[in-house]
């Protein structure tokens, strides 16, 4: 290994403190060096890289486009060293911070049920969750895991399948009874269908009718950000929603929801998988035994 491997943490490191304490008399400080010491370096780092990484000014510096990118992956790769020094002083044992983000009706319905658990067998993790049913970029938030529903977009993530679910088209007692119970696809025209102002995708419900599988717009006076909303509503008897039914499975128990038009729900599975960033095959122990986990206990 060349010396000029072994010191790339480093320029890493320096070229981070520039970006967060805005310029490069502010680094130098921190560090214990000169500016233009700092500033070399940065411009060794863009020459080895062969781009722009930082636009300078008499009073600031400013990320390119590229550095930008740099910069993220640079935080990672820091925090993963800094990571790995702790687990090889600490055995490799479970610890520190870790952020995990999922979508809202898998969070509630299936995530934060575990922690107790989770937390009890690993007392020096700490949890940083986040429920959105926005799609993140992990490395600009910062993220160890993700969990994603349905189809996995091509990505350098890597992903382990935690289930799969079906998803039926549900309503109220209160609402069936206010506006009738749809006995053919047809009847969704007259009905409210309640849909997502996000993932437009979702408010197309697949049917099977006369052997083929036929897609219609779910059309209502209600749109909605997460599935949790969503099912909250239907509850409430404003109109149809069609919800996973891992999600839906307590609210049907209890009657508190109906399924409606099953002979035409074509059995579709939604799979629900964690996304992480693999980093070359090695995982920081925190992340490697979550994934385990997740694995091992979501049911859905």
Known sequence: MSRQDINRSG???????????????????ALAMTPSAVSKLVARLEARLGVRLLNRSTRQVQLTAEGGVFYERSVRVLADLADAERGAAANDSPRGRLSVNANVP???AALLPLVPAFLERYPEVTLDIVLTDEVIDLIEHRTDVAVRAGPLRSSSLVARKLGATRKSILASPAYLARRGTPATPADLAHHNCLGFNRTRA????????????????????TQVSDGASLQRLAVAGVGLARL?????????????????????????L??????????????????????DFLVENVRI
């Open 11 to 29: 320029e890493m490191d320096v070229f981070v403190r520039v970006v967060e304490l805005g310029g490069f008399s502010a680094a130098a400080r």
């Open 106 to 108: 898998f969070g509630e």
């Open 202 to 221: 979702l408010n197309v419900w697949p049917l099977r009718q006369d052997g083929q599988v036929v897609t219609l717009p779910a059309v209502g006076n």
């Open 244 to 268: 996973a039914l891992f999600h839906a499975r307590d609210d049907i128990a209890a009657g508190r929801l109906v399924p409606v038009l099953e002979d035409f729900n074509p059995g579709d």
């Open 270 to 291: 939604e799979e629900i998988h964690a996304v992480f960033l693999g980093h070359g095959g090695w995982l920081p122990a925190r992340v490697r035994v979550f994934l």
